[in-house]
């Protein structure tokens, strides 16, 4: 699908996302103005002061921003999942340029024109409101563009904690490995930044004294309220519907995200609304705690072990009784097994399975050193990396490399690297002609997909429960394997090709 | 006898705990301009910040008015008391019209009144006030914006100016022209005027009195023709005579 035929298709859509993107930056930037300028004020006349603050809103913008994203989920008020953590990590970016211009621009005010105002008998307060802010105006204005052109671009990854905005296309893009879509977030994110910033070197030319009028500022910034209006109320006709459906970051997710909420519209009847794309494990299950989404798709292992710091397990019935227990004392409810297990595969090209007779992962430690590269989750997972080199002495040629999810099955393709763990069940196997190497010695524990369902929202909504569950069972590895190949293979909507998979298993109303 | 419009009292000043002034007294008599003259941190300057509050002094006592400066409210005494310095300060983000009507404004004039008085005076200061009024500062020569800085310090009538080397930045024809225009001003107005130069030639011509400092203390204070005459080697090198 090329970029125009996308665009036209998903207009509305779009606008939504458009709309989203504006109000993060627009609000988050106001909240940072009204931080940055008192405290630049209040720093420029105290320099003793000024090293401390200025210190402080540096350290603040080194923090990487999917970092402060998980440091704020779990606190209360300001963290969770969506906009209101996005708009607090975008405010804490934003302050920085805003609080230094404004420094800046008042140590610029030459002591001369201060010392006139003071003898002229100017109180403090008037100094500062008729002397100095007009003649640091303009350098506040350059901060203020700066804070909203990385805003833009820093929103977009608001989308890994279910914020929205246009960086949804751009990790839907990532995970189906597909840039058109990675393009229909980027060029717009693009353009608002330019337009933003053309539109605040207007009013920088306002802020020029010789050119100022009261008429214009009036105006610009009725112009300003009006855009920020229509866009939030462009969120807001979207409306709260009556289940939130989450899923994490890579195709299968966004699958089974959307397998869930058609579910529930057909089985149930109820308004869903969907925040696919939380950026990891972490981020899903405390968006669950937080009441940011009511139900996504988990895999028993991967609660396991990743959630509740429990040993692997191969013993697939074991596994589900532990983690549902462990679940129910959180409040959250594992509901029956999809029906297909979702391990790691170690994956090769097909191209080298052939020339070098490999069937299974034992047979790459007879071979040469192998250049590998894993996600960040497979490295650090116990039951990941750490011990499939003694399960089966592989030998490396260099420490693995940390990649995007996203990215490895096209590494291995493109031959950056030679193995990886890729899912079992992902469409790009086929899709880029990589072999999956049998787990002869039984490394890799069980991974079965189940629902995770807030209790509480389950007991508020009995029938979207029930429409889970006739889920249950019916969808098996090749049946995942063949929607995910639809998606990111063949390029199709993960919504069409979750509507199609229901339809043809029957999936339809109660009678 | 006039009250004086500004008595000095055995005052004693220190900036940034280095002592800057000691055991000063003075009078500066209504009407009267007095020169403050001196080598580079003699303490001129020092001694004017005294009179609008701009500085307190350590010891001893600066009646403004016979009031002592710790007794006025800062505010009030700056906006009743002109002040102009080199290069004048003006507002760089104000026309030459909204920089003369700032201090008019804070007191609350009506606005067709102050449109009259900045008018009245860029006539007063020798500037066209069709062509000056919105003008902006760095569209001014040196002797405008003094002009200007001269206007905008007596825009709000004040009894007492202060000048702080108002001249010093300016060519000698220019600084010519202003010396007469000041005299024509002053010769109206009659206004007590403390002016701080380092030009002795200046003083003589402008001043009714000079005070010379030196270190710190005044070392002698006379009408011009009488400070000639003395025989003291810091006055005679200042008159560049020794």
Redesign the interface.
């Known amino acids: 699908m090329n970029l125009i035929a996308f665009i036209a298709s998903h207009r509305a859509e779009m606008a939504t996302r458009l709309g989203e993107h504006v109000v993060l930056v627009a609000v988050s930037t106001l909240i940072a103005a009204a931080i940055g300028i008192p405290l630049g004020i209040v720093a420029a006349h105290r320099p003793a002061l000024s090293r401390p603050i200025v210190g402080l809103a540096n350290l603040a913008q080194t923090i990487p921003s999917l970092a402060l994203f998980g440091f704020l989920i779990p606190l209360p008020v300001i963290g969770g999942i969506g906009t209101r953590t996005a708009l607090v990590a975008l405010t804490v970016y934003a302050v920085l340029p805003i609080l230094r211009s404004t420094i800046t621009g008042l140590q610029g005010v ?1 002591p ?2 201060v ?9 403090p307060r ?1 100094v500062l409101s ?2 100095e802010w ?2 640091a105006l303009p350098s506040v204005v350059s901060g203020l563009r700066v804070a909203v052109v990385i805003g833009v671009g820093t929103a977009t990854i608001a989308s890994a904690i279910g914020a929205g905005g246009l960086g949804d296309y751009i990790f839907r893009g990532l995970a189906m490995v597909d840039a058109t879509v990675i393009l229909a977030g980027a060029l717009p994110a693009a353009l608002l930044a330019l337009a933003a910033d053309a539109a605040l070197g207007a009013a920088g030319q306002l802020a020029d ?2 050119r100022r009028s009261r008429r214009h500022v009036v105006v610009l910034a009725v112009v300003a309220v009006l855009a920020i209006a229509t866009a939030w109320s462009g969120r807001a006709a979207a409306g709260r519907a009556d289940l939130v459906v989450g899923s994490k970051n890579f195709t299968e997710q966004v699958v089974l995200g959307e397998l869930l909420a058609q579910a529930i519209e057909r089985g149930a009847g109820l308004t869903v609304e969907r925040r696919l794309n939380l950026g990891g494990t972490s981020i899903a299950h405390e968006a669950l705690l937080s009441d940011g989404i009511d139900v996504y798709v988990e895999y028993t292992g991967t609660a396991l072990t990743a959630i509740f710091k429990q040993p692997p397990s191969a013993d697939s019935e074991g596994v589900f009784t532990t983690v549902q227990e462990r679940y129910a004392g959180l409040g959250l409810s594992l509901l029956p097994k999809l029906g297909f297990n979702n391990t790691f595969a170690i994956l090769v090209r097909g191209d080298d399975a052939r020339r070098l007779g490999l069937t299974k992962v034992s047979d790459l430690a007879a071979s040469r050193a192998w250049r590998a590269g894993f996600g960040y989750e497979f490295l650090e997972r116990p039951d990941g990396f750490k011990g499939l080199g003694a399960a089966y002495g592989l030998s490396l040629a260099a420490a693995p490399r940390v990649m995007d999810l996203n990215l490895i099955y096209r590494a291995v393709a493109a031959g950056e690297i030679d193995v990886t763990a890729g899912d079992a069940t992902s469409g790009l196997i086929e899709a880029l002609g990589l072999t999956v190497l049998e787990d002869d010695r039984h490394y890799f524990p069980v991974y079965d997909a189940a629902p995770v369902f807030r209790t509480a929202a389950m007991l508020q909504h009995p029938a979207a429960a029930e429409a889970v569950r006739r889920l249950a069972g019916r969808v098996s590895a090749t049946d995942m394997r063949r929607m995910n190949f639809a998606v990111d293979g063949e390029k199709r909507d993960p919504a069409g090709v979750a509507r199609a998979f229901l339809d043809r298993i029957g999936y339809a109303q109660p009678r | 006898m006039l009250q004086p419009a500004v008595q000095f009292a055995d005052v004693s000043a220190s900036r940034g705990g280095r002592p800057v002034l000691r055991h000063v007294s003075l009078v500066v008599p209504a009407g009267a301009t007095v020169a403050l003259v001196g080598r580079s941190g003699s303490g001129k300057t020092t001694l004017l910040r005294l009179v ?1 509050r ?1 500085l307190d002094p350590d010891e001893g006592d600066v009646l403004v008015a016979g009031t002592s400066t710790r007794a006025w409210d800062a ?5 009743r ?1 002109g ?1 102009v ?1 080199q ?1 004048a ?6 026309t030459v019209a909204d920089n003369i009507a ?2 008019p404004r ?1 007191l609350g004039w009506a606005g067709d009144r102050v449109e009259a008085r900045v008018d009245e005076l860029l006539t007063l200061v020798g500037l066209e006030p069709a062509v000056f009024r919105g003008r ?1 500062p760095d569209q001014l020569s040196g002797g405008q914006r003094q002009r200007a800085g001269l206007a ?1 310090a007596l825009a709000a009538d004040p009894p007492l100016l ?1 000048m702080d080397e108002p001249f010093g930045a300016l060519d000698p024809i220019t600084k010519n022209e202003l010396h007469a225009e000041f005299q024509r001003v002053q010769r109206r107005l009659q206004r007590a005027v403390i002016l701080v130069t380092h030009d002795m030639a200046e003083a003589c011509l402008l001043a009714d009195q000079i005070a010379v400092l030196d270190a710190g203390e005044v070392i002698a204070c006379d009408t011009p023709a009488n400070i000639r005459g003395l025989a003291d080697p810091r006055v005679r090198a200042l008159l560049g005579l020794a």
């Open positions: 030459p001369a024109v010392e006139c105002a003071v003898a002229m008998g100017l109180t008037q008729q002397v007009p003649l004294p010789r | 609008n701009l505010i009030e005494l700056r906006r008391t002040y310095i290069d300060g003006l507002f760089p983000h104000l700032t201090v804070l902006w905008r202060l």
